[in-house]
C-alpha cells in the first residue's frame, strides 16, 4: 500500500484504521486489539486514528494497552488523535453541556492525557477535532506551534473544517496544518462542491475521509425498493462482482480515485473485514463508473 505525503514531508498509509467503535468491539482484550492492529499491518495500513472522546475516554487507552504488550509496534505505526469535544460524561462530572474546547489549557492537557492513554511519547498528528465558534485562533495557533516545538506532538491537522476555519487558523500559525479530516463517502459527498476538498487541494494537504462507509449505512441499504440509495446499493453491489471484491471495497475506490489524495479511515471492529480493507486498491475505476456512482450518490445527474 502506498504512503500519502503530508506537507511536512511525513506520510500516513493510504488507507487508515478508525479506533472509533473500539469500546463497543465483543473483545477487546490486548489480544484481540493487537491482532486488530497486526492485520492493518499486513496490508500496509499503518496510520490508526482516534479521539480523546472515543468509548467514552476508554479508547485511546484500549489501543495503549496493546502498544505497552508490544513496544515495538510503536515506530511502525503512525498515530493521530484529535481534541476539542467536552461530552457529557460520568469522566468529566462538572461538564453541564457538550461543548468545544480550544483554549490552551484544554488542549495541552488533552495532548498529556492522550499521551499518557496511548501509552506514547509522541502523538504523529493531533487535529482539532471540530471548529469551536469561540475559539481565539491567535491563542490556540500559538499552542498548536508551541506543541509541535515541545516535541509531544510532530505535527497538527483539522477536522471538520470549513475552508475559512482552515484559513484562520493557519494564518496565526508558524507551522503548517497538515490534513482536514472530513466526512466524505456516497452517503455524504458535500464536500466534492462545499469548498472542502478544493481547498485542501490548493493547500496541497490529503484529506482524511470518516465514516468512508457511511458507518455502515452504505452496505445495508435495501437494494429492492427502486430509490436512489437502492440503485447505489444495487450498482455498487454489481461493480463487486465484476471485480472479484465487495461492495465496501468499491466504495473505498471510488474515494481513492479522487486527486486531492484522500485517506479512507475505516472503522470496523471485525477482523475478516479488516483484512478486507485493503481491498479497495484493485478495484478498477475510472471517470464514468466514478460519475455513474456520484449521479446514485446525488439522486440525480450532474447539470
Ligand atoms: N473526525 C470526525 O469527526 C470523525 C467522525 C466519525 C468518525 N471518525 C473516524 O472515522 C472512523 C471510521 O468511522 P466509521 O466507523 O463510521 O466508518 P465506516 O467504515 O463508514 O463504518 C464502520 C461501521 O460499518 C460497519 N460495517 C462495515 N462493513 C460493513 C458491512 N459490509 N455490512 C454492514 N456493516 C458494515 C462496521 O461494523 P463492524 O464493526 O461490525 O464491521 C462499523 O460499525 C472512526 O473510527 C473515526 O476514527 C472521525
Not at 90 to 99: D, E, F, I, N, S
Not at 117 to 123: S, Y
Not at 213 to 234: E, H, I, N, P
Request: glycine share 6%; charged share 20%.
Amino acid at each position: 500500500m502506498k504512503k500519502i505525503q503530508l506537507p511536512n514531508g511525513r506520510s500516513l498509509s493510504q488507507i487508515a484504521y478508525g479506533l472509533w467503535r473500539l469500546s463497543e468491539a465483543a473483545d477487546t482484550r490486548v489480544d484481540a486489539n493487537l491482532a486488530r492492529i497486526d492485520a492493518c499491518l499486513a496490508q500496509g495500513i499503518s496510520t490508526f486514528d482516534h479521539a480523546d472522546i472515543y468509548g467514552d475516554y476508554r479508547c485511546e487507552a484500549l489501543f495503549g494497552q496493546a502498544l505497552k504488550a508490544r513496544p515495538s509496534l510503536r515506530d511502525q505505526i503512525e498515530i493521530v488523535t484529535k481534541t476539542d469535544i467536552m461530552l457529557l460524561s460520568a469522566q468529566w462530572p462538572q461538564t453541564r453541556v457538550k461543548h468545544y474546547d480550544t483554549t490552551s489549557a484544554h488542549v495541552t492537557a488533552s495532548v498529556e492525557r492522550s499521551l499518557q492513554r496511548l501509552c506514547v511519547e509522541v502523538i504523529d498528528l493531533l487535529l482539532i477535532h471540530r471548529p469551536d465558534p469561540l475559539c481565539d485562533a491567535q491563542a490556540l495557533g500559538a499552542c498548536l506551534d508551541g506543541l509541535i516545538d515541545s516535541g509531544k506532538v510532530r505535527a497538527v491537522g483539522a477536522s471538520n473544517f470549513q475552508p475559512w476555519d482552515a484559513d484562520l487558523l493557519q494564518s496565526r500559525m508558524k507551522h503548517r496544518l497538515q490534513t482536514n479530516q472530513i466526512e466524505l463517502s456516497l452517503l455524504h459527498v458535500d464536500p466534492l462542491t462545499n469548498g472542502q476538498m478544493a481547498h485542501a487541494q490548493t493547500h496541497r494537504m490529503p484529506v482524511m475521509a470518516w465514516s468512508p462507509l457511511g458507518g455502515g449505512r452504505l452496505l445495508t441499504q435495501q437494494t429492492a425498493d427502486g430509490s436512489a440509495s437502492s440503485r447505489l446499493a444495487a450498482k455498487l453491489e454489481q461493480l463487486a462482482q465484476a471485480s472479484g471484491t465487495d461492495a465496501s471495497a468499491v466504495a473505498v475506490a471510488w474515494l481513492l480515485h479522487h486527486p486531492a489524495g484522500v485517506i479512507p479511515v475505516m472503522g470496523s471492529n471485525r477482523l475478516d473485514r479488516i483484512r478486507a480493507f485493503g481491498q479497495g486498491l484493485e478495484v478498477p475505476m475510472d471517470r464514468q463508473t466514478w460519475f455513474e456512482l456520484y449521479e446514485l450518490a446525488l439522486g440525480h445527474e450532474v447539470p
